[in-house]
């Protein structure tokens, strides 16, 4: 009987030294985009992550590639920063004209405004959009592209901090 008493004790023992379970839970979003033909949509948004202004104007650009530099008094903060990202499907090889709503557009925040200039989308060369249609054509086999655009925020001297936005519009015809 003692024998059985030892035995028992011991199959109750580690139970009885496990942790505690600890339970939680967590939500997380899912997305799909299913294309039809001759589509066109954002995919991302232009952003020209963190800044420091300073007593001097200057200028951050922000290429195709998500490469971001600086002139004159600007100070880029951090890694931040990238292109607007558009996508469709059309057919192989067929040619599409994308052109600018404007050339230039003003952003708004909690102080003066700032002009965003010279976008340029990352085709092979990169080229500067503008309101003047610029023909490409679908490489893809699928007919399916994507394509970044970048552009150039001009900062003004001691620019008030603060989120600023506004919005700039790409027109795709296919041919």
Do not use: C, H
């Not at 002139?71 to 057919?91: D, K």
């Amino acid at each position: 009987m003692q024998r059985g008493l030892a035995l028992f004790a011991l199959l109750i023992a580690p139970t009885a030294a496990s942790p505690a379970l600890a339970q939680g839970s967590a939500q997380g979003e899912v997305e799909a985009i299913v294309l039809r033909p001759l589509s066109f949509f954002k995919v991302n948004d232009l952003d020209f992550g963190s800044i420091i202004a300073s007593g001097t104007s200057g200028t951050v650009r922000l290429a195709p590639d998500g490469t971001r530099t600086r002139t004159g008094g600007v100070t880029l903060s951090g890694n931040g920063g990238e292109p607007a990202r558009f996508a469709g499907l059309g057919t192989p090889n067929r040619q599409v004209n994308i052109s600018l709503g404007s050339n230039m557009i003003w952003i708004t925040g909690p102080g003066v405004r700032m002009r965003v200039r010279d976008f340029e989308i990352g085709s092979t060369p990169t080229a500067i959009l503008s309101t003047t249609p610029t023909r490409f054509s679908i490489a893809s086999t699928l007919g399916n592209y994507n394509f970044p655009v970048g552009g150039t925020l001009e900062v003004g001297a001691n620019q008030t901090p603060g989120d600023y936005s506004g919005t700039f519009t790409i027109t795709l015809n296919y041919l």
